[in-house]
T-cell receptor, first 115, second 109 residues
């Protein structure tokens, strides 16, 4: 398994500002993922954070809006830039760990409200 | 078409009832299958993996039908603490996980 520490757990931000979410894993992992979960919805993958290279973004998500850092194999950040109320959501960091099969583990999530 | 589809519910069942959730997936090359549980305002947590032969963990039974691309979760003798959202999750050959929208369960005293 993997223990993931994500912070902040929640924040209320003014529109137009930016918030950086941090994710720390207790072991080295090759790939880290950032998801968004809007109220009543399932998880939507924003991007895959790759160590040593640029993140890989899913359709509908761009680097200018959601810049990601991955300085080493245990840490990543996601920034939500120039926020608007539509960015209000839960943001989740996740890692994939291979045992007999690949399992997904999640951070506690960041509940973001943009006002 | 969505990669993973679930009936969102809600399912409201009395304590002690048996309840079943279903899930279908679209990618026949999918390799691994899971049920995750998500409590209100919490992150998803692995409930159980789903194997082709079917598997059981206490009151929970998961089954996979590859031919029909169908996954199920059966909860017997429901407890109040089983109230949560249950997410069907599929992992393809790559590293991507696909999540269903979740099925909401409320167990009523």
């Amino acid at each position: 398994s993997a223990v993931i520490s994500q912070k902040p757990s929640r924040d209320i931000c003014q529109r137009g500002t930016s918030l950086t979410i941090q994710c720390q894993v207790d072991s080295q992992v090759t790939m880290m993922f950032w998801y968004r979960q809007q109220p009543g919805q399932s998880l939507t993958l924003i991007a895959t954070a790759n160590q040593g290279s640029e993140a890989t973004y899913e359709s509908g998500f761009v680097i200018d809006k959601f810049p990601i850092s991955r300085p080493n194999l245990t840490f990543s950040t996601l920034t939500v830039s120039n926020m608007s109320p539509e960015d209000s959501s839960i943001y989740l960091c996740s890692v994939a760990v291979s045992d007999r099969r690949r399992l997904a583990f999640f951070g506690q999530g960041t509940r973001l409200t943009v006002v | 078409r969505k990669e993973v589809e679930q009936d969102p519910g809600p399912f409201n069942v009395p304590e002690g009832a048996t309840v079943a959730f279903n899930c279908t997936y679209s990618n026949s090359a999918s390799q691994s299958f899971f049920w995750y549980r998500q409590d209100c305002r919490k992150e998803p947590k692995l409930l159980m993996s789903v194997y082709s032969s079917g598997n059981e963990d206490g009151r929970f039974t998961a089954q996979l039908n590859r031919a029909s691309q169908y996954i199920s979760l059966l909860i017997r003798d429901s407890k109040l603490s089983d109230s949560a959202t249950y997410l069907c999750v599929v992992n393809t050959e790559g590293n991507q996980f696909y999540f269903g929208t979740g099925t909401s369960l409320t167990v009523i005293p």
